[in-house]
């Protein structure tokens, strides 16, 4: 499934340059799926948070294909990158979406 920032996030920038998919974007930052990625698609999305570090789950494979665990998991200090139980994949689902990203 994919991983969810949430409210206890410090803002402490550790996570963001640890994902292989850039799916972690800064509060008030706007995404593109183009963003750390081979897709073409460059359109400009809002943001999801204007408070906290979050995660596009579209773009977040839990780091399947890169890492054994999730990597923002594992350098954030306050253990607020969670897994999200309302989006949940399993690996094959994972992985087709890092060939998506990444094709
Ligand atoms: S689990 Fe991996 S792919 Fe998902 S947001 Fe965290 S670092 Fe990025
Ligand atoms: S590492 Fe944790 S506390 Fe720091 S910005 Fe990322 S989610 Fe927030």
């Not at 920032?5 to 974007?25: K, L, R, S, V």
């Not at 799926?33 to 906290?52: A, R, V, W, Y």
């Not at 294909?65 to 607020?80: I, K, M, Q, T």
Request: hydrophobic fraction near 30%.
């Amino acid at each position: 499934m994919a991983i969810k920032i949430t409210e206890d996030c410090i803002n402490c920038e550790a996570c963001e340059p640890e994902c292989p998919n850039n799916a972690i974007y800064a509060p008030e930052e706007n995404w593109r799926f183009s963003d750390g990625t081979n897709m073409k698609d460059n359109t400009e999305n809002q943001h999801l948070s204007d408070e906290f570090f979050y995660i596009v789950t579209d773009k977040c494979t839990e780091c399947k294909g890169f890492n054994d665990e999730p990597a923002c998991a594992s350098v954030c200090p306050v253990d607020c990158c969670v897994p999200d139980e309302d989006n949940v994949e399993n690996e094959a689902e994972l992985l087709a979406k890092k060939d998506k990203l990444h094709l």
